[in-house]
């Protein structure tokens, strides 16, 4: 049975509190995080991460019940600071986070061993790269992959393709990326704004850049899901950083249609089975 969104939101914040007294969000982080994305070095992670328990209210609305089938297995691919892994783990899912820990100096060896501790599995693994993949010998019964598509500078094949052979035959892969023609980002546009990531955050990052590179439409999900030989079960539209920033009425007037027509949501999120 499925807890309420007052209890999730609960073992969420304890998970994300837990987390940061682990791995501290301070200066020397931020700036080591810059290195290949200059955005970084004065983001708020915190509102960020804080922001993010309704992103994780809406992938828990679509995993199975964990008190109707054996222990559910997910694999939570980039999961970086492991706050939905934890979460997850927490409410009785077997969780394993795949993150290539490797690239951040050992910045996140502390939270490494944290989450182990509390029983999430960690797999120091690039799914975005050519691996051997005779290493993830473990299938599971869901994958996530949670805004990581649009940092790829490349071609998505690669990590679908991987998290199809992590997949068990029944299982199946929810999908989060950030809807371009989100109703905000066409008014950056009318006003003759970039929707794209800063020059100057392009220009300081060393290379490889890794901010977003590709944000996605419904209509490239659905040739994407087309392409990678997946299908769509459920699709979903929500939006999760609106709030003070927008709290004036004109405000609001102007991005109400992020509110009322799904094509204008700020976040796309899809549950995809593979083809037989």
Sequence with gaps: ???????????YFKALQ?????RPLNQELKDLLAI???????????????????????????LPDRENSNQIKILDIGGFFGNFS??????????????????????FDELKHFLEKEGV??????????????EVTEKHDVVLCLAVLEH???????????????????GYLILEVPNIAYWYRRMQLLRGESVLPSIESIYKSKEPYMGHHHEYTKREIDELAKLSGFQIEKIN????????????????????PAYLFKSCKEIILVKLKPKK
Aim: charged share 20%; proline share 2%.
């Design 1 to 11: 049975m499925k807890i309420s969104k007052k209890e999730f939101k609960k073992i």
């Design 18 to 22: 837990d987390i940061i007294g682990t």
């Design 36 to 62: 290949h994305q200059y955005e970084y070095k004065h983001y708020d992670f915190m509102s960020y991460l804080e922001k993010s328990w309704f992103r994780a209210w809406q992938v828990y609305n679509f």
């Design 86 to 107: 934890l979460c997850f783990q927490r409410l009785g899912y077997k969780v394993t986070l795949a993150e290539a820990y490797d690239y951040y100096s050992g910045a």
């Design 121 to 134: 599995e960690i797999l120091n693994k690039d799914f975005t790269s050519l691996m051997p993949l005779e």
């Design 152 to 170: 790829l500078a490349h071609s998505p094949a690669t990590i679908l393709n991987n998290i199809k052979n992590s997949l068990l035959a029944e």
């Design 237 to 256: 539209f929500y939006n999760y950083s609106l709030g003070s920033d927008f709290s004036s009425t004109i405000i609001k007037s102007l991005i109400l």
